[in-house]
């Protein structure tokens, strides 16, 4: 595995886990509150941003303008049927999510919510490192590189995890700063 790869896997790291953050409530709508949501469309499982339009009007409501009006029930089902934890209420045209001010508990499950998914990610990050560092020995051991070599090559290795890391921490400041702001 090279430096270069390495890397690569590491920021898609943090791009996925900055993904995961998105889908924690903060207490204000949000439309990425719906990126995981899918519903049965015709026997197939489609993520619901594919057949709505979806906004928010103002900071505690979600509107779901599907494209097609047929599909108003079932996207209002999957709705239901997800860990989103909204109730949503259909008016025939369009699905609304009402966001109800958090309590002080839900903040503080939410924040540990995002400590989980951050500590994911520095697992991953760590475990990308790991399987670098054993394709370092493995170079080494078969003279591919030299002693001084695969020394360099593991500070580096090093220093990249520390930066991602770091990365996934701030990330993760971000969003507690944002569920526990009221």
Known sequence: MKLAEAESKMQST????????????????????????????????????????????????????????????????AISLSDVGLTPSNDGSVVRLNIPPLTSDRRKELVKLAAKYAEEGRVAIRNIRRDAIDSIRKQEKNAEVSEDEAKDLQDKLQKLTNKYTARIDELLAEKEKDISTV
Request: without cysteine.
């Open 14 to 77: 943090v791009e996925a886990t900055q993904r995961a953050f998105n889908t924690i409530r903060t207490g204000r709508a949000n439309a990425s509150l719906l990126d995981k949501v899918t519903v049965e469309y015709y026997g197939t499982p489609t993520p619901l941003k594919s057949l709505a339009n979806i906004n928010t009007p103002d900071a505690s409501t979600i509107l779901i303008q599907p494209y097609d009006k047929s599909s108003l029930n079932i996207i209002e089902k």
